[in-house]
T-cell receptor
Framework: KAGVTQTPRYLIKTRGQQVTLSCSPI?????VSWYQQTPGQGLQFLFE???????NKGNFPGRFSGRQFSNSRSEMNVSTLELGDSALYLC??????????????????FGPGTRLTVL | EDKVVQSPLSLVVHEGDTVTLNCSYE??????LLWYKQEKKAPTFLFML????IEKKSGRLSSILDKKELFSILNITATQTGDSAVYLC?????????????FGTGTQLKVEL
């Protein structure tokens, strides 16, 4: 079974530009989460999508947005890029998120990441 | 604010040593705790722990969770240079219909010959 794929793997942009990153989950996985990883802040949760709906959102400004398509593929968009947005952006998929009335502890599997450099 | 704290921040050992990595947490609606190994790429899954006192084991690695004291440990016995990596602990909490992962900052392990 193919793993999580992310495109592009590397990206260089300048301040003020916008960028779109793509993530294809493992086949059969419907939940996609996005994370930002920087040396100073570690891994930080951005948002989670399930069934084309954003289920959770971390503490990031509105410049960070995302969406999920009917085939579970997800895109993440960052507008008006700042130098501090330089990071490794990781996407992770799982079969499903938590469900009310039950406990879902599905493991998330990470993609290789997109290394974004903002100059 | 929710918090996941790992210790030590970094560790250097010699091959053959046994190491214990710690992860303590404070989250609102705990569901599970995950351990990941991260080398120069994306994290790879090691263990998922949901119940206290039940040890999970995979080869030389093992982990256990204490939900009363809110911590977990990851043990690596007979360490090898290939164990050198950042070990990440993440806590899954349920937030009104979805899961949220909060990661610790990781423990950098270096295993020397």
């Amino acid at each position: 079974k193919a793993g999580v794929t992310q495109t592009p793997r590397y990206l260089i942009k300048t301040r003020g530009q916008q960028v779109t990153l793509s993530c294809s989950p493992i086949s059969g996985h419907r939940s996609v989460s996005w994370y930002q990883q920087t040396p100073g802040q570690g891994l930080q949760f951005l948002f989670e999508y399930f069934s084309e709906t954003q289920r959770n959102k971390g503490n990031f400004p509105g410049r960070f947005s995302g969406r999920q398509f009917s085939n579970s593929r997800s895109e993440m968009n960052v507008s008006t890029l700042e130098l501090g947005d330089s990071a490794l952006y990781l996407c992770a998929s799982s079969r499903r998120p938590g469900t009310s009335g039950g406990v879902s502890t599905d493991t998330q599997y990470f993609g290789p990441g997109t290394r974004l450099t903002v100059l | 604010e929710d918090k996941v704290v790992q210790s030590p921040l970094s560790l250097v050992v010699h091959e053959g040593d046994t190491v214990t990595l710690n992860c303590s947490y404070e989250v609102t609606n705990f569901r599970s705790l995950l351990w990941y190994k991260q080398e120069k790429k994306a994290p790879t899954f090691l263990f998922m722990l949901t119940s206290s006192g039940i040890e999970k084991k995979s080869g030389r690695l093992s982990s256990i969770l204490d939900k009363k004291e809110l911590f977990s440990i990851l043990n690596i016995t007979a360490t090898q240079t290939g164990d050198s990596a950042v070990y990440l602990c993440a806590v899954v909490e349920f937030t009104g219909g979805g899961n949220k992962l909060t990661f610790g900052t990781g423990t950098q392990l270096k295993v020397e010959l």
